[in-house]
């Protein structure tokens, strides 16, 4: 993985809006696709993204419903007396005015329907859990490969804790043995993105996410280790891949509300950092957790780690100034080292933002890293 030895380097988080509507279901997709990735690429080139990818088009833009062909040993209903992760949390209850004017509009994401589900499925584990998603994961690579090189770009995935959301156990005998057959079977993508030369980016929004739906009825400590065995479930799987392939994004979700019940970085970020991986992408950018840089000034990243906080946010509209982050990206220079520094986003812009805002966003970004770096004597 590239450091910051000549400059601040920029990438994101993975999901952009699409350049144009890709219509999924009308003869010739494919070969649209192809070249919907190649322009993708060529504007995050010419914006000056360092580390790019496509955009998640060969997802579809989602980062939970690509998964849901690639496994067997689910079916697809919803277990007696279950309500989707989405509807529930203490924000949801404290806010409940905002929520349901928000779903009557369809105003938590920009675009709801089309890059992210407003409503997802939920299904059941019947049966041994296995990966069948050789085809897609290979079409995913191919794309990709035609038009960047491996070790200037990621391709995402999701780590199973994300996934375990909108799936139950019937099968398995133990929670921690259906956490880890998820686990077993995500090990087979991993593996093959790694195995293609890209960086691996694992996705885990839902993991501190679950704190303001399961988490604070458990207690921290009981939610700490709730999420620990999630980590060494996911270490499980990233077992035979070299560290320095792996980046691990960590938020805390990317509707647009409140979030005032997300746990802080403080109480997690020791678990964050057992995760086998080089570079920690987080959000740093928005209202809610721009202040927590300062976990920095008393916890050690430990040796050869890499920090990619986000600098710019999905979260608001208002492009930032360009002066903003080079502050943001220079707090965190001054606290880990700037070539242990990447700015990053908060999260993906695809369905989140209006197009051109995301794009504002991202020159905005590279805009500050350059001032970033002259400031710290690149």
């Known amino acids: 993985m590239r450091r910051s030895t000549d400059k601040i ?32 690429i060529e504007k995050q ?41 989405m509807a529930m949390g203490k924000d949801r209850e404290e806010f409940a005015e905002f929520y349901k004017y928000a ?14 589900r407003a409503v997802r499925p939920m299904y059941v584990a019947t049966a041994p859990i296995t990966y069948r998603g050789q085809a897609d994961l290979q079409r995913e690579i191919d794309i990709l490969a035609a038009s960047v090189a491996p070790e200037d770009s990621f391709l995402t ?47 885990d929004a839902w993991l501190p996410a679950m704190w303001d739906r399961i988490g604070m009825q458990m207690g921290l400590d009981a939610f700490r280790k709730w999420c620990t065995m999630r980590i060494e479930a996911l270490n499980h799987a990233l077992v035979n891949i070299p560290e320095e392939q792996i980046r691990y994004h960590l938020c805390w979700g990317s509707w647009h509300g409140p979030h005032a019940f997300d746990i802080e970085m403080s109480k997690i970020v020791d678990i964050m950092l057992k995760v086998k991986a080089q570079a920690y992408l987080f959000e740093a950018a928005n209202a809610r957790h721009e202040h927590e840089y300062d976990v920095w ?30 502050q943001r990206i220079q707090r965190f220079a001054k ?33 500050g890293a350059e001032r970033a770096s002259r400031a710290l004597g690149f």
């Open 9 to 40: 380097l920029t990438t994101h988080i993975g999901s952009l809006p699409e350049l144009a509507p890709l219509e999924r279901s009308e003869p010739g997709y494919d070969e649209r696709l192809r070249k919907a990735v190649a322009a993708v």
């Open 45 to 85: 080139r010419t914006i000056g993204i360092d580390i790019v990818n496509e955009g998640e088009y060969t997802k579809g833009g989602d980062w939970l419903s690509y998964v849901e062909e690639r496994f067997g040993g689910f079916e697809a209903r919803p277990p007696a007396g279950a309500k989707a992760p």
């Open 103 to 116: 779903a009557e509009r369809g105003t938590l994401f920009f675009a709801p329907g089309q890059q992210i």
């Open 157 to 203: 995935t999701t780590a199973p804790a994300s996934l375990e959301p909108y799936r139950q156990n019937e099968f398995y005998k133990s929670e921690e043995e259906f956490i880890y057959a998820i686990a077993e079977a995500m090990k087979t993508e991993y593996e093959t993105i790694a195995k293609a030369g890209f960086l691996l980016q694992v996705d």
């Open 297 to 326: 000034e008393t916890v050690k990243l430990p040796e050869g780690k890499i920090l990619v906080p986000g600098c710019v946010s999905h979260s608001t509209d208002i492009v930032e100034h360009p002066e903003l982050v080079s």
């Open 335 to 367: 606290l880990v080292g700037k070539e242990n520094v990447m700015a990053g986003t908060d999260c993906g812009f695809g369905g989140r933002s209006h197009p051109q805002i995301a794009w504002a966003k991202l020159k905005a970004l590279v805009e």
